[in-house]
């Protein structure tokens, strides 16, 4: 008897049930994340090395961004140099081993939050150079990649 | 003493921006980009994460349309960015881009850009 009173009211449960369960609806939580692209100038000055002079003076910078693909391009623009060195070429050297062309730079490719080292270099002995302080100075233009 | 001063001062200086959307429009939001009128605003976020306030020039496929006020320290603002669509019935894209001002002697300032797709929708007789 108390079997049957069990198989019964498990029925009637399940039939009760299955149109609720034959409408049910599925709940969803989306959310768009935007592309976030950023910069982070952790030092911002450095010295220039001359081929009888060089020092350890580097500018850092991190590039930060939530794109998929983890880096983002970064291109040295609107180089400008101080007048006694107007017409000398010189490089930016990443972390020892990316030249960056004064007269001729070129998009590189820098990973998410690696910090990156820089410093400024003319192939030029610095008696050379015009006495006085040499200085040059860029735009970082982070282009973060987003397909 | 002075030495090790200057290193500690200039050790906590940070200089830092950054920006979004990168892109606006375009195929994963085809509804952004289509404009009914000739101006389209664009919103962008930027972000001052220096721990200084700092002016920021804003740039449209390189021609200057204007500069933002102080940002301060850590503050997110969001700008409208009424942008002019040159063709109807054509998809065209803009970059607009946001650049540091210097303060001081900075051997950097930053720069960062949103591309956007926009598209002009105007009926043929309207042309």
Redesign the interface.
């Known amino acids: 008897m108390t079997n049957k009173k069990i198989l019964l009211n498990t029925i009637s449960l399940l039939m009760a049930s299955s149109p609720l369960l034959a409408n049910s609806k599925q709940l969803n939580f989306t959310t768009k994340i935007d592309s976030v692209c950023g910069i982070e100038i952790t030092k911002n000055t450095g010295s220039i090395d001359f081929d009888d002079k060089t020092s350890n003076n580097q500018a850092t910078f991190k590039v930060k961004t939530n794109s998929k693909q983890g880096y983002s391009k970064v291109k040295f623009s609107n180089i400008s140099k101080s007048e006694n060195i107007q017409n000398e070429n010189g490089l930016f050297i990443i972390n020892d081993s990316t030249n960056i062309d004064w007269s001729n730079p070129q998009t590189t490719n820098i990973k998410h939050n690696e910090e990156q080292k820089i410093i400024a270099k003319i192939n030029k002995n610095s008696n050379e150079i015009i006495a006085g302080d040499a200085r040059v100075t860029t735009t970082l233009e982070i282009e973060c990649v987003d397909k | 003493m002075f030495k090790i001063l200057l290193f500690l001062m200039?050790g906590i200086?940070?200089?830092?921006?950054?920006?979004?959307?990168?892109?606006y429009g375009g195929k994963e939001d085809k509804f952004d980009s289509i404009s009914l009128t000739q101006t389209k605003i664009v919103p962008i976020s930027i972000?001052n994460?220096n721990n200084f306030k700092q002016k920021y020039s804003i740039t449209i496929n390189g021609e200057p349309v204007g500069r933002t006020s102080f940002i301060l320290k850590g503050e997110r603002r969001n700008i409208k960015i009424p942008v002019k669509i040159q063709k109807p019935n054509k998809l065209k894209t803009y970059k607009i881009?946001t650049?540091s001002i210097?303060n001081n002697?900075?051997?950097?300032?930053?720069?960062?850009?949103t591309k956007a797709y926009l598209y002009w929708a105007k009926k043929k007789n309207e042309i």
């Open positions: 200039t200086t940070l200089y830092a921006h950054s920006q979004t959307p990168i892109i972000q994460l881009c650049t210097p002697k900075e051997m950097f300032n930053t720069k960062i850009c």
